[in-house]
């Protein structure tokens, strides 16, 4: 039980230090935004050659390197959050759905991890399908359309899914204004999505209507 509450308290410390890297970085990337929208890219100098006299030529470079090392930092922080959750991913599922709908907002792939066949099935089992999309909706903004078949929605996966659409209403209401990272498969593809629930001109969060695969629904 000890070692549950410590790895509770490591995922949240980290969540929490992902959140302050996120801070920092939109921070430096308002100051280029002030500067002309330069990015990371744009070019520092005229057609001339001289160095432009509309943008502080020595913050954008400033903000560039500042951006650049919080990047590193913090796919170094992924990947520790990454390696916690895959390890102990089960246990907390079971225990403590409430912090996995946080860590749903991180990109963290459980499909990632290794295991036989078996384990590959779950993976790739299709838990909703799509069947409606509004105009103008977060999901039509996430790329979402009609008739993708979605393997995971957050930290719900073929491994944890138990036919109750209840289960994705619980991340959407949890989740809302926040990145939830969604797997679909369409057609052969399979795509890596990332939907924003959120308030919007149309009814509900999402936008869209979906519903369980025929094969698993009742009649």
Excluded at 1 to 7: F, H, I, L, N, Q
Excluded at 135 to 151: C, F, M, Q, T
Excluded at 156 to 164: L, P, S, T, V, Y
Excluded at 181 to 192: A, C, I, P, S, T
Aim: net charge negative.
């Amino acid at each position: 039980m000890a070692t549950e509450v410590t790895t509770k308290q490591r995922i949240e410390r980290l969540i929490d230090a992902k959140k302050q890297l996120e801070a920092q970085i939109a921070k430096n990337g308002q100051i280029l935004a002030a500067n002309d929208n330069v990015g990371m890219n744009g070019a520092l100098v005229d057609p001339e050659g001289f160095p432009r006299n509309d943008i502080d030529i020595y913050q954008v470079r400033q903000a560039r390197q500042t951006i650049i090392c919080l990047q590193n930092d913090h796919k170094e922080l992924m990947n520790q959050i990454q390696s916690l959750l895959n390890q102990y991913h089960s246990e907390i599922a079971n225990t403590d759905p409430e912090l996995v709908n946080r860590a749903s907002a991180l990109d963290l792939d459980g499909d990632r991890t290794t295991g036989g066949s078996a384990q590959q099935e779950i993976n790739t089992r299709v838990i909703v399908v799509v069947n409606l999309v509004s105009p103008h909706s977060p999901a039509e903004e996430a790329g979402i359309r009609v008739g993708d078949k979605i393997l995971r929605f957050g930290s719900i996966n073929g491994n944890n899914f138990k036919d109750d659409l209840s289960q994705i209403g619980e991340i959407v209401r949890n989740m809302q204004n926040q990145n939830v990272y969604l797997k679909v498969k369409r057609g052969e593809q399979m795509l890596d999505l990332t939907l924003v629930p959120k308030t919007w001109t149309g009814r509900g969060l999402l936008g869209c209507n979906i519903v369980l695969p025929p094969e698993q629904m009742e009649y």
